[in-house]
């Protein structure tokens, strides 16, 4: 028993690397598709501003407010259902509470890795420009023709010097803020309506679910005001975002626990009933055994 969960935590956490480690790639060596702009465009020539939602903060909120409410409410789940047994682990029994909250916790920064690298691989592909590349870019526009309407420029002579902000001015589509904000939020919304079970005022769990909500939709939102997107890259990541939440809850979670179906054996006594109608007939029950 011990081996096999050593195992599985083994095979999780190396599975957990394989998506995580392109993420990083991104990051350190990742170049976005190279795209022009036209003459025309104005959606592009807003002015560059700071973050409302900074990017630590996103990270640091996002995460850490799904894996406290993980533990604390494992913590009571085990306490009050006493559900789980002690694991042993490398010859030491582990605390039932803290076993299932490490499996949670696990499957939930699986679905944010799987998030983010899918989010990751859509910004590098499309490259899609942000509505502030113009000012981050500043073009030299004496090498620029636009006495053609609609004229496509590329490549895009710019003066700026700052390659990390000329990098990022090319990761539009769709919005990392979105997405993230929506996976762990929704998904800690989802996980409140499982696992939020213990006497508590009605409305409790509802205002924590409408709190989560409020966070996503306002960093959502501050990505728009702050022209670091397009409307439409913030949807998009909003679903993206969404979308995994759903999936990771209810197919790769132990929140919605899948019942197999049970093996009749050879000789079994099994019970049939007929029912003929829902409106106060007669129910025929029947008793047979299963061949050989």
Known sequence: ???????????????????????????LIGEPYQRGFNCDDDSLRYPYIDSTVHTLVLYFVGTGLPVIAIFLLEFVRTRRESVGKPVKLFGRDMNPWFWAAYCS?????????????STDIAKYTIGRLRPHFIDICKPDWSKINCSVPYQYIFPIPCTATDAHRMKEARLSFPSGHASFSAYTMIYLVIYLQV?????????????????????????????ISDYKHHWSDVLSGFVLGAVVA???????SDLFPRELPT???????????????TDGH???TARTNVAD
Request: hydrophobic content about 50%.
């Open 195 to 223: 696992r939020f079970r213990f006497r508590a005022p009605e409305l409790l769990r509802p205002f924590l679910q409408f709190i989560c909500l409020l966070l996503t939709f306002y960093t959502s939102l501050s990505r």
């Open 263 to 277: 093996q009749i054996k050879k000789g079994q006594e099994v019970f049939l009933q007929e029912y003929t109608g």
């Open 246 to 252: 759903v999936l990771i809850a209810v197919y790769f």
């Open 105 to 117: 916790v696990g499957t939930f920064l699986f679905g944010c890795a799987c998030s983010q690298l």
């Open 282 to 284: 007669e129910t025929h």
């Open 1 to 27: 028993m011990e081996r096999r969960h050593i195992f599985r935590g083994t095979v999780n956490f190396i599975l957990l690397l394989i998506v995580a480690i392109p993420i990083l790639l991104f990051f």
